[in-house]
């Protein structure tokens, strides 16, 4: 039902002036509809399958350095990827206090693996600022 813009009264459907004011009914814009399309995701399934398994397989890390080291994205979980194998290696050699360490890094591996496969950059805690791995920088033309 349409109303009066002037005085708010009801108006009938095909209502030319207010019956209680005489004020002209104004033409009601024509309003089109939105369509909302979905955000595409940034990275495609490739990419984020590769950071995923960064975390578990090494080959996958030296993929990434050999192939893909202008990938910003795949180079920093490459990058967490190798600080965590790091750690976890020298954590090894500590015996029992090195193990119970890796239970938390555990851990934060398989939140960075959650992380990869939601496109996002997350760093390891304490030590995910280390950077071993560097993004090659593109030739200028």
Wanted: with cysteine; charged share 20%; aromatic share 10%.
């Amino acid at each position: 039902m349409a109303f009066c813009s002037k005085c708010g009264a009801p108006l009938a459907e095909d209502a030319k002036f207010c019956t209680v004011c005489g004020a002209p009914v104004e033409a009601s814009p024509v309003t089109e509809a939105i369509v909302v399309e979905p955000v595409p995701d940034p990275q495609p399934l490739e990419k984020k399958l590769i950071a995923i398994f960064s975390y578990v397989d090494i080959f996958m890390i030296i993929y990434v350095i050999a192939c893909r080291r202008d990938d910003e994205f795949l180079v920093h979980h490459a990058n967490q990827a190798l600080v965590a194998a790091i750690f976890a290696l020298g954590f090894a050699f500590i015996f029992v206090i090195g193990w119970i360490l890796e239970i938390p890094l555990l851990v934060f591996i398989i939140l960075n693996m959650v992380a990869a496969g939601n496109s996002r950059f997350k760093k390891l805690p304490i030590f995910g600022g280390i950077r071993i791995i560097k993004k090659k920088e593109q030739d200028a033309e």
